[in-house]
């Protein structure tokens, strides 16, 4: 039982080369520069003019970071 808990938390950050806390971080500050790019996007569609490319940008460098990682 333990090993298959260990396993479900372990396997997946491994597959990157990250520990469960490197991996955390990482998700993390990903998961904070989507609700960014979100909040951009958001305040585009009220308010055209403001922030016309930030979030494409935003979602563009993180796609970039993360595509081959692990491979």
């Known amino acids: ?3 298959t808990v260990k ?3 372990l396997t997946h ?3 990157v080369d ?3 806390l ?3 971080a990482f998700a993390g500050r990903f998961s904070g520069k989507l609700f960014l790019a979100a909040f951009a ?3 585009h569609a009220i308010l055209p003019f403001m922030f016309e490319k930030t979030a494409n940008r935003m979602i563009a460098d993180m796609y ?3 595509h081959n990682r692990g491979r």
Do not use: D, G, Q, V
Request: net charge neutral; no cysteine.
């Open 1 to 3: 039982m333990i090993a």
């Open 7 to 9: 396993s479900l938390f």
């Open 13 to 15: 950050p491994r597959s």
């Open 18 to 20: 990250e520990s469960y």
């Open 22 to 24: 490197e991996h955390m």
């Open 41 to 43: 996007a958001l305040a």
């Open 64 to 66: 970039a970071r993360t």
